[in-house]
Structures are given as C-alpha cells and as structure tokens.
C-alpha cells in the first residue's frame, strides 16, 4: 500500500496528523503540499490533512485517529 498525505505549509492539523501517523506506527507515507497545485487545491481545500491510499483510491478525511489509522490500512 502506497499512502500519501495531503497537507499544506505551516498547518497545525497537518502537525498534529503527523504526529497520530507516529503513534500508529504507519512504516511509511509520501507528504504531498497543496498549497501551489492548483488541481490538488481544488480537489482537497479546507479538507486536509487527508491520508490516501493511492493504489485503492480510499481516503482518510480529518480528524482521525491512531485506531483509525490503523483500522484504514487494515483494511485495504
């Protein structure tokens, strides 16, 4: 499973989504920043931070948590 965080520059939910992908223990994710792509702008705005999986297409939407995490990559 490929997993890709969307977030954006200097955002406290993204600091705080990083910080509950650690404590799930996610072995590993790409960050993607919106902030200058104007289709990822329109697609995910004020939605992020979203983790994705990138193979499934399935995405995880703010707020969420360690069990939800662990719950959303279970499952693919």
């Known amino acids: 499973m490929r997993l890709v965080l969307y977030q954006r520059d200097d955002c406290m939910l993204c600091d705080e989504a990083l910080a509950v992908l650690a404590v ?8 993607v920043f919106i902030d200058d792509d104007a289709a990822l702008e329109a697609r995910y705005g004020e939605r992020i931070p979203v ?6 297409g399935r995405e995880l939407g ?10 959303f990559i279970g499952a693919a």
């Open 24 to 31: 799930a223990r996610v072995p590993d994710f790409d960050s």
């Open 51 to 56: 983790l994705r999986d990138a193979a499934g």
């Open 62 to 71: 703010w707020p969420f948590g360690p069990d939800d995490v662990r719950r």
